[in-house]
Structure formats: C-alpha cells, structure tokens
C-alpha cells in the first residue's frame, strides 16, 4: 500500500527559509497536501499540487513537486515564530475512495 | 461560514464505557472521514461516509468500533466498551465530493483511564 515519509524535525532561525521533505511511494497518487497542526489543535490546509503540476506558489509557501522521484518539498519563506508546528504532507490515490495516507509529521522549531 | 465541527473537543472515559463522537460537516458537503492520530503519530484512516452509507470502512478496527452519518444530524464515530489503547486523537474531515479537498475538524481528544 501507500506509503508516506517525511523527516521528523527541522530547527531553523526566523527570517530563515524552511524546506520540509516528504517522499511517497504510489506513482498514482492524484493530489498532494500539506497540512499545519498546532499544538492541540486541528489540520489547517495549507495548500496542494496536482499531480501533473511541478511546482505551486503561494504567498511565503512554495509546493516543489518531482514525480519522478515521488519527492514533495515545502518551502517557506521567511520563517516566523509563528509558524512552528508539526507540518503534514498527505497523499490522495487516484481511483480510491480519497482517502489521504499522512507521513509523520515534521516538527518545524523556529528559534528567534 | 462554519467550518468542521466536532463535539465533544475533549472526552473522558473509563474501561469499558462508551464513547461518542459527533461531527458535523462543513456547509454544503456531504463526504464525511474519520481519522485516529495516536501519540506522537500521524493520522491514520479510518472509515468513509456520505449521508446513510459507509463507502469505505477499511481502516476500522474489527470490534468495537462503527460509524454512521444519518439523513438528519451529524456523523457519529462510536467506540464501545473503550480500552486504554483507543486513547488518541480522532478528527474528523470533510469534502464536497469524493476525491475534493478535505477540511478538518479541530478533532475530539479521548482519554481512557
């Protein structure tokens, strides 16, 4: 089955850009998402790709897609303490019922 | 425009009692998952509902557990007879159609003492 993995931690400084990773292994995977958690909180969407895309920006986030490689990146730009989170990367399967596979989670730390 | 909705946000149960879950979608859609986030976890998939069918319920536990989502009212996840390892986070998420966009609840955090 599907597969999803991401890094567990990045530590980078504010005013720094953040790249969080995450790899996957169904090629038929349609969409790809990141989603940011808070502390006790929910999932916010953050934004998605298509898989015939390679690259979607918005705003300070950058989607940076190699199907090839089945290698989703997420950039942002001028990290803020306000974005520390846990940053989940999440694939739907084409011809499935859309059910999204989650990797882990990536722990973002932004240091002041 | 309100957004996913779940209830209780935080649910305390002793073994062997019953737990329930509601969650009520975003305006307008009509796709409803349920997802369980264990400690330190991502989320895992759980089961697929559109109003009075399960579609898919392929990652539910065999006993124990069920879902519905009536013609009328929210979807409930229900968990009876609750054992210390059903601990966890469970959200809920929702969608248009079936393959669109799913939106999160702020999920319903449950402890089993």
């Known amino acids: 089955g599907e597969d999803v993995e991401q890094s567990l931690f990045l530590s980078v400084r504010e005013g720094d850009s953040s790249v969080i990773n995450c790899t996957y292994t169904?090629?038929?995977?349609?969409?790809l998402y990141w989603y940011k958690q808070e502390p006790g909180a929910g999932l916010q969407l953050l934004t998605y790709?298509?898989?015939?895309?390679d690259m979607k920006q918005d705003q300070r986030l950058t989607v940076l897609l190699n199907k090839k490689d089945k290698h989703l990146s997420l950039r942002i730009a001028d990290t803020q303490t306000g974005d520390s989170a846990i940053y989940f990367c999440?694939?739907?399967?084409?011809?499935?019922?859309?059910?999204?596979?989650f990797g882990q989670g990536t722990t973002l730390q932004v240091k002041p | 425009n309100a957004g996913v909705m779940q209830n209780p946000r935080h649910l305390v149960r002793r073994r062997g009692q019953e737990a329930r879950l509601r969650c009520s979608p975003m305006?307008?859609?009509?796709?409803v998952y349920w997802y369980r986030q264990l400690p330190e976890e991502g989320l895992k998939f759980m089961v697929y509902?559109?109003?009075?069918?399960?579609?898919?319920e392929s990652g539910m536990p065999k006993e124990r557990f069920s879902a519905e989502f009536p013609k009328e009212g929210p979807s409930i996840l229900r968990i009876q007879q609750v054992v210390r390892g059903d601990s966890a986070a469970y959200f809920c998420?929702?969608?248009?159609?079936?393959?669109?966009?799913?939106?999160f609840g702020p999920g319903t955090r449950l402890t089993v003492l």
């Open positions: 998420a929702s969608s248009q159609g079936r393959e669109d966009t799913q939106y």
């Open positions: 169904d090629s038929s995977s349609t969409y």
């Open positions: 790709i298509f898989s015939n895309m």
């Open positions: 999440a694939a739907a399967l084409s011809g499935n019922t859309g059910k999204l596979i």
């Open positions: 305006k307008g859609h009509s796709h």
């Open positions: 509902l559109q109003k009075e069918n399960i579609i898919d």
